[in-house]
T-cell receptor
Framework: RKEVEQDPGPFNVPEGATVAFNCTYS??????FFWYRQDCRKEPKLLMS???SGNEDGRFTAQLNRASQYISLLIRDSKLSDSATYLC???????????????FGSGTQLTVLP | NAGVTQTPKFQVLKTGQSMTLQCAQD?????MYWYRQDPGMGLRLIYY???????DKGEVPNGYNVSRLNKREFSLRLESAAPSQTSVYFC???????????????FGQGTRLTVV
């Protein structure tokens, strides 16, 4: 089983739609969670961190469900500029020892249509 | 702000040739990473370095070597390139260190490598 799993999509939605992505992770020790955005042929960039209480940044809402080991990203009022691949990222935390690497999902492709 | 700088941006190699991908960051980050990205596979970690002088294998280290030259620079070497190493390579850095939650990772623009 992959450590981080995402529905690859593609998700094709009309402008103004609400779209949600889910991501599941297998390592229950994971402590840090992020959503990254990657435009075509570009490097990934942080979209938002995901906190236990859930957090919102404008049209974007991220939530974490530790019991079920999944995180979600909700995009409201989709814009054409939201078209990209969204990467779910988790990272386990250890109180001692070297830092652990970020583990990426394979990404969910979103296309917002006019 | 330069952030993370990778060179070269594009490279074509013949099977068996060697090359080094260079990466430098100017954010004083402890941790640096090399990933490869293939269609449908997401980013897979090749090697990472939690601090100057230390390196560790990631998920797909075979065929690669790395050097953490100093805190700023982390290079990736292909000793004998193979067509299976055709990919997009990303270097990244973050403030992550022992006992700390990982923080945002900043990526270079990527190197598109083709091995023929």
């Amino acid at each position: 089983r992959k450590e981080v799993e995402q529905d690859p999509g593609p998700f094709n939605v009309p402008e103004g739609a609400t779209v949600a992505f889910n991501c599941t992770y297998s390592n229950s020790a994971s402590q840090s969670f992020f959503w990254y955005r990657q435009d075509c042929r570009k490097e990934p960039k942080l979209l938002m961190s995901v906190y236990s209480s859930g957090n919102e940044d404008g049209r974007f809402t991220a939530q974490l469900n530790r019991a079920s080991q999944y995180i979600s990203l909700l995009i409201r009022d989709s814009k054409l500029s939201d078209s990209a691949t969204y990467l779910c990222v988790v990272n386990p935390f250890f109180s001692s020892g070297s830092a652990r690497q970020l583990t990426f999902g394979s990404g969910t492709q979103l296309t917002v249509l006019p | 702000n330069a952030g993370v700088t990778q060179t070269p941006k594009f490279q074509v190699l013949k099977t068996g040739q060697s090359m080094t991908l260079q990466c430098a960051q100017d954010m004083n980050h402890n941790s640096m990473y090399w990933y490869r990205q293939d269609p449908g596979m997401g980013l897979r970690l090749i090697y990472y370095s939690a601090s100057e002088g230390t390196t560790d294998k990631g998920e797909v280290p075979n065929g690669y070597n790395v050097s953490r030259l100093n805190k700023r620079e982390f290079s990736l070497r292909l000793e004998s390139a193979a067509p299976s190493q055709t990919s997009v390579y990303f270097c990244a850095s973050s403030e992550a260190g022992a006992g700390r939650l990982n923080t945002e990772a900043f990526f270079g623009q990527g190197t598109r490598l083709t091995v023929v």
